[in-house]
């Protein structure tokens, strides 16, 4: 049996990283093997394709198994609904050939990722909107609470902030 180091380091990596590492860790598997599956699709490697289409499907499937709905709610189901769509359009690339459903995919892992990564790099439970992902309602927010600071100080701010739903992101 010969000991690989590589995979010795990278099954280091996965038992050691928090959970939020591991999440973004699947994700990017499932783009790395998504954009394997398109190139080999397009040098008709069958075989290739069929392979990383299954290792996609199977982080996909993984990131639907570890779904809390208890805590998640309507987030969860949302993700698992989005999951399942994956899936499909996996499996509808790798039977028909069509490299669109694996760019579909992988636009929706990319986006994901990003979402994924915003919120566990800058976790917020003040409501405060992304300044990175949703830039135009950070503007918003920012210039609103401009204006509370300036014309009614702490006191202002605070019955806002009574007022603002809460945000909480949990799957």
Same mark, same amino acid.
Not at 68 to 89: R, S
């Given at each position: ?17 928090? =959970?939020? %590492? ?15 599956? @398109? ?11 069929? =392979? ?36 499909? %359009? ?5 039977? @028909? ?15 994901? @990722? ?30 609103? @609470? ?26």
């Amino acid at each position: 049996m010969t000991h690989n180091p590589y995979k010795q380091y990278q099954k280091t990596q996965v038992t050691t990283a928090s =959970r939020e %590492k591991v999440l973004l860790m699947l994700y990017e598997g499932a783009i790395r093997f998504t954009k394997q599956a @398109h190139a080999a699709m397009l040098e008709k490697k069958i075989a290739e394709k069929g =392979r990383f289409i299954s290792k996609a499907t199977a982080i996909l499937s993984e990131l639907m198994a570890t779904l809390d709905f208890k805590v998640g709610g309507q987030l969860a189901v949302d993700l698992e609904n989005l999951y399942v769509f994956m899936i499909d %359009k996996l499996i509808e690339a790798n039977i @028909h050939n069509k490299p669109e459903c694996l760019e579909a995919v992988e636009k929706l892992l990319i986006t994901l @990722h990003a979402a994924w990564r915003d919120v566990i790099e800058n976790p917020r439970d003040d409501g405060v909107p992304s300044p990175q992902l949703q830039p135009d309602e950070f503007k918003k927010y920012m210039a609103e @609470h401009t204006q509370d600071d300036q014309q009614g100080g702490k006191n202002g701010q605070a019955e806002k902030a009574k007022t603002r739903p809460e945000l909480k992101i949990r799957a």
